[in-house]
């Protein structure tokens, strides 16, 4: 897959992952984690299910939470600078004031507590994990 697929691979998960835009399951993916211990469960008896369980967006999100089980640090870069979900690294990285309009990548490092190079360092290996995710 191209570095373009990927992020446009990117750009839709970060799009699915708002709680709007997941309206029709009625939860977000951290809830139905919740509520499920630990299991992801997609679809069921009762007819649609909001989409595949295989979805781009869902493939990229199972690597995201693969990548926090084994480095939160580089799955939080990762929702910061793609925007995906980032009220929850705020909210348990207890960054106050939170506001991802217009910040670049240095700002998102400072709040983060790490340096710029160690942001662009997990933001790579983040992507080159997603690539995988997708097959390439």
Same mark, same amino acid.
């Given at each position: ?22 309206? =029709? ?14 299991? *992801?469960? !997609? =679809?069921? $008896? =009762? ?14 999100? +199972?690597?995201?939470?693969?990548? !926090? ?18 009220? *929850?690294? +705020?909210?348990?990285?207890?960054? +106050? ?8 990548? !240095?700002?998102?490092?400072?709040? *983060?507590?790490? $340096? *710029? ?6 933001? &790579? ?7 995988? &995710?997708?097959?390439?």
């Amino acid at each position: 897959m191209a570095k373009r697929d990927v992020a446009g691979a990117l750009e839709l998960w970060a799009r699915w992952s708002v709680p709007e835009a997941q309206r =029709g399951t009625g939860k977000t993916m951290l809830a139905k984690l919740i509520d499920n211990k630990g299991e *992801l469960i !997609f =679809g069921g $008896s =009762g007819g649609a299910s909001g989409g595949p369980a295989d979805s781009l967006e869902v493939v990229v999100e +199972a690597a995201v939470m693969r990548m !926090f089980a084994a480095d939160p640090m580089r799955a939080d870069v990762l929702r910061l600078e793609c925007g995906a979900a980032w009220w *929850l690294v +705020a909210s348990r990285r207890g960054i +106050a004031d939170y506001d991802p309009r217009g910040m670049g990548r !240095f700002e998102k490092a400072l709040a *983060l507590g790490i $340096s *710029l190079r160690t942001y662009r360092r997990r933001l &790579a290996e983040a992507k080159t994990i997603i690539e995988t &995710a997708l097959g390439t």
